[in-house]
């Protein structure tokens, strides 16, 4: 990777012909040009899939020099669309060679965002994009957006989700980030149990008390929501408090959302992983584009 490419704020775009990566780019020219910052459009070409080996080549398969020659050229139509709808913003497009997932982590290195389609092209051209989207949002440190068809960042509200984690507090000041720089409001949901009402059957009456529960889910999204609207005062923020499963509460208020913004892990028992249960259901459910936060490494 060359040095600009590996220094300075940037927001990253993975592409590979798809109309999901398509939308990916223009969505993420139009939040580079937000903040300021360059775009890089980086097209993965694996010349390890079907039509690149040695000897006669198997039936519906591409000869390397055509697929080389499409995919230079399709990169070359998405930088001159990038800077015809934004003009003045620095775009730049890299076609290289390799596994799709490792130059998309080693390119977003430094970044401050990176975007994604969630559904790629078939692996018979090179490209599987789409077929790695989760496997990327688990391997880079940066926020990840995933959609899977054009969507209009000015429209719908930003909903994230809240529990009470770090993890959660750095989607949070995403959130209310991407709501002021696009005129949003947003709506913060806590879910006070991952599970279903019906699983505290068994519990004696006089040991579960659901106001309470619903009082204490309040308090704290009060308080995490605090210092945030002290600072955006002018961002309308919608409180929600439910029992539903947590995927299933921000699937359903992120229909028409702008962007729903989850943490990559958060309480519960799939804290060990990068990419925890909640935000791997709504990365892969949702209709509109979702943000993966991770928390920032701890310094001390």
């Known amino acids: 990777m060359t040095a600009d490419l590996e220094l300075g704020a940037r927001v990253v775009a993975g592409v590979d012909g798809s109309p999901s990566a398509a939308a990916a780019a223009e969505w993420a020219a139009t939040e580079a040009r937000l903040r300021n910052l360059p775009l890089r459009l980086v097209w993965a070409h694996e010349v390890t899939a079907p039509g690149y080996g040695v000897g006669a080549l198997p039936e519906g398969a591409v000869e390397q020099d055509s697929v080389r020659e499409w995919a230079e050229q399709s990169l070359a139509e998405l930088v001159r669309q990038c800077r015809a709808a934004h003009p003045g913003l620095d775009v730049h497009g890299d076609f290289v060679p390799g596994d799709p997932l490792d130059l998309l982590v080693e390119h977003s290195n430094g970044a401050d965002l990176l975007v994604l389609g969630a559904a790629g092209r078939s692996a018979a051209t090179g490209i599987r994009l789409g077929s790695i989207a989760s496997s990327v949002v688990r391997g880079v440190a940066c926020p990840v957006i995933v959609l899977r068809a054009p969507a209009d960042p000015e429209q719908g509200p930003v909903v994230v989700g809240v529990d009470g984690s770090e993890t959660s507090a750095a989607a949070l000041d995403f ?16 879910t006070w149990s991952d599970l279903p009402l019906d699983a505290f059957g068994p519990v004696r009456a006089w040991d579960f008390d659901p106001k309470i529960m619903h009082q204490e889910g309040q308090e704290l999204l009060a308080q995490w929501l605090l210092p945030l609207r002290r600072e955006r005062p002018d961002i309308p923020v919608e409180e929600v408090v439910t029992t539903e499963k947590p995927a299933d509460a921000l699937l359903e208020r992120g229909k028409d959302a702008a962007l729903i913004v989850v943490g990559s892990h958060g309480r519960g028992a799939f804290r060990r992983l990068l990419l925890g249960s909640v935000s791997h259901a709504v990365v ?10 991770r928390a920032p490494k701890s310094t001390t």
Do not use: C, E, W
């Open 175 to 190: 959130a209310f980030d991407f709501a002021a720089r696009h005129h949003r409001r947003i709506v913060a949901v806590h």
């Open 284 to 293: 892969h459910y949702a209709h509109g584009p979702v943000a993966v936060v």
